[in-house]
């Protein structure tokens, strides 16, 4: 597949992963994206995962049409990119490896080498020169790891971005880019929103047509959809307006106020409410949609004098991938003595701009008159804040 003038498609798709990088399920698959420009030298972006080795020289050879390769460009060292940097530098060797420093010293521990001689160690502004097309590196420290560099194309107005811009699912199904790459970005990428907003800036000036990847789509046309959505997500603003609940519930009677607090929210005029459960769902969508909307309940029992262990797993996950600047709502239940909000509060309180709501739904074992006056002013809370 040509990209544009000189620019091959050489990827991979893989149907057979079932966890990405061990966590993330994936029934669409994986795209790994590789790419050639071809000019009066050679260069390949990237390789793929280990298990695509064979497939990805065959696709390489094809696209050359029997020439050699002269470098080969790696902009992220994690292996589902990487793997195959060995198999590419044993099997032409006279090609030269192209990276940062930390990626060097990333294949040392890898490979057991820099391949010393057969390196050109890149820096933000270093540039290469392949005859018409003119390469030139940006920095992207993690984004999502620190040797990561993106490389512009000055020729093609290509940007080739490394994992951002990225999403889940193999390239011969159809999806909405959107809800897979929020998902990606969310479970990989978002922590380091500051970093990501680093780079934006840094690319911002170019003229860009293409923006390449490493999983996912390429990217073309009207950008201005991608980039806004990068935006919003890498400066934690909200996407949509609406109310996430989050719970688990061990007995049913927590499910059973979250049902009358999402329909009590709907009533007051809440035009999104989503409600996801925990044990059940997968938890990656529900940490995208917790970040994509303006409001998060959390719902849950109180077990062992804390909280639900599914439940603080979710809230682990909201601090590490550094969840911020949004409104959130506690929902307890406890036969004898309710705990969870104050456990839940208690994580939370490390994350920035958190704004906590004075409503707290306490159940003590089920629903009563007082429980469900604390639902109503919960929920005139939540709608006043969307």
């Given amino acids: 597949m040509q990209i544009a003038d000189g620019i091959h498609y050489i990827g991979v798709n893989d149907h057979d ?64 990119h990487s793997a ?65 560099m993106f490389t512009y194309d000055a020729t093609a107005k290509v940007l080739f971005s490394a994992d951002a811009f990225g999403k889940f699912g193999a390239l011969d199904v159809e999806q909405d880019w959107d ?10 990428v978002g922590k380091f929103g500051k970093n990501v907003q680093a780079v934006l800036k840094k690319v911002a000036p170019l003229d860009i047509q293409t923006i390449c990847p490493l999983h996912g789509p390429v990217l073309s046309g009207d950008l201005t959809h991608y980039l806004s959505q990068y935006d919003t997500w890498s400066s934690y603003g909200v996407e949509t307006p609406g109310v996430v609940i989050a719970y688990t519930s061990v007995y049913g009677h927590t499910r059973q106020t979250v049902e009358e607090l999402a329909a009590a929210l709907s009533k007051k005029g809440a035009q999104r409410v989503v409600v996801t459960d925990l044990a059940r769902d997968d938890q990656a969508e529900a940490l ?6 303006s409001v ?61 709501a004075q409503n707290v739904v306490t159940v003590k074992g089920s629903l009563d008159d007082e429980s469900r006056a604390q639902i109503d002013a919960l929920a005139d809370e939540l709608v006043a804040k969307i």
């Fill in 179 to 188: 809800c897979e790459a929020r998902r990606y970005y969310f479970g990989i």
């Fill in 296 to 356: 998060l309940v959390l719902a849950t029992t109180t077990y062992n004098g804390g909280f639900f262990p599914t439940m603080h797993e979710f809230v682990s996950r909201l601090v590490d991938h550094n969840f911020q600047r949004r409104t959130v709502a506690f929902v307890q239940n406890g036969s004898w003595m309710p705990a969870a909000a104050k456990g839940m509060r208690a994580l939370l309180e490390q994350c920035a701009g958190i704004d906590f």
């Fill in 84 to 148: 195959n940097v060995s198999l590419f530098m044993e099997r032409y060797p006279q090609a030269t490896v192209v990276a940062s420093v930390g990626a060097f010293n990333m294949m040392a521990n890898y490979f057991g080498t820099k391949y010393e001689g057969r390196n050109m160690v890149i820096k933000e502004g270093s540039t290469l020169s392949l005859g018409t097309h003119e390469l030139s590196f940006v920095a992207a420290p993690l984004v999502h790891w620190p040797e990561v």
């Fill in 17 to 80: 992963i079932d966890l990405f990088e061990g966590q993330f399920v994936v029934p669409d698959g994986m795209a790994y994206n590789s790419y050639a420009i071809v000019d009066q030298k050679i260069a390949v972006m990237d390789s793929v995962d280990q298990h695509f080795g064979q497939e990805w020289i065959q696709n390489l050879e094809t696209a050359l049409d029997g020439r050699e390769p002269d470098y080969l460009i790696v902009q992220h060292m994690e292996p589902d």
């Fill in 288 to 293: 995208e949609d917790a970040f994509r909307h």
